[in-house]
T-cell receptor, first 111, second 114 residues
């Protein structure tokens, strides 16, 4: 069965650089969620989109932005990266009003 | 803000034993609860879920119990196997159009010894 695809799987950046993480949802899923998981921490909800519109917003820093495109894939853009942004970033997708299926994550390391 | 938390950060069991992982939640408006298993470097993997109008739900080797009176959630794993070793998270949401907007608990590390 098709799963959520995230790219890249690993990313290394320097402080103050920018990064773009991509998420390709399961076919026919119209809702995408982004989560950040720091080392030894639980995942924290960042933001979600339904039908290309932002639907919920969590603890997403102002330096981050995200969007969902017409093909339902989503991108998380991160600017002015800080050491504390080093984390696993998960995307989950779902049909509307249903539980999400998580992707394998992108490991971001900020040096 | 509201949060979901776990009582025990680690649990070690012998292969074949039953495991019980507990979780306390504080948001009385939560309508939907999920247990996830997460292996190192991987995304959370769905185990079982339960709606707030239920108090018990069973899956294959797993059972989730919900006690709304004391805002407590538990995951029971029968005949635990070494492959069950992972971090287990409980999570809650308001349900409805926010099913996937989850508040996760701290996580319990389950170690199964052969």
């Amino acid at each position: 069965a098709a799963g959520v695809i995230q790219s890249p799987r690993h990313l290394i950046k320097e402080k103050r650089e920018t990064a773009t993480l991509k998420c390709y949802p399961i076919p026919r899923h119209d809702t995408v969620y982004w989560y950040q998981q720091g080392p030894g921490q639980d995942p924290q909800f960042l933001i979600s989109f339904y039908e290309k519109m932002q639907s919920d917003k969590g603890s997403i820093p102002d330096r981050f932005s995200a969007q969902q495109f017409s093909d339902y894939h989503s991108e998380l853009n991160m600017s002015s990266l800080e050491l504390g942004d080093s984390a696993l970033y998960f995307c989950a997708s779902s049909p509307r009003v249903a539980r999400g299926f998580f992707g394998p994550g992108t490991r971001l390391t900020v040096l | 803000g509201e949060s979901v938390g776990l009582h025990l950060p680690t649990l070690s069991v012998q292969e074949g034993d039953n495991s019980i992982i507990n979780c306390a939640y504080s948001n009385s408006a939560s309508d939907y609860f999920i247990w996830y298993k997460q292996e190192s470097g991987k995304g959370p993997q769905f185990i079982i879920d339960i709606r707030s109008n239920m108090d018990k739900r069973q899956g294959q080797r797993v059972t989730v119990l919900l006690n709304k009176t004391v805002k407590h959630l538990s995951l029971q794993i029968a005949a635990t196997q070494p492959g069950d070793s992972a971090v287990y998270f409980c999570a809650e949401s308001a349900g409805g159009t926010s099913y996937g907007k989850l508040t996760f608990g701290q996580g319990t590390i389950l170690t199964v010894h052969p």
